[in-house]
């Protein structure tokens, strides 16, 4: 069991306010897809989505 006191939710997202533009840009992608994916119940597979969201970021 995870003891609350210990952390807080900056100290989870510091790594993600911390990584350059690019890697957040990433980051908010692929968890905006995961919401609509779990809205949706898409049982699809995520992975060719994700690649591309990458691809996009990086060139």
């Known amino acids: 069991m995870i003891n609350q006191d ?4 900056d100290d989870i997202n510091q ?10 840009a990433i980051i908010e992608e692929v968890l905006k897809l995961e919401r609509e ?3 949706n119940n898409n049982s699809r597979s995520i992975n060719d989505d ?3 969201i990458i691809k996009n970021n990086i060139q």
């Open 37 to 39: 994916r779990l809205y």
């Open 50 to 52: 994700i690649l591309r």
């Open 15 to 24: 790594p993600i306010n911390q990584a350059p533009s690019t890697v957040r």
């Open 6 to 9: 210990n952390f807080s939710l």
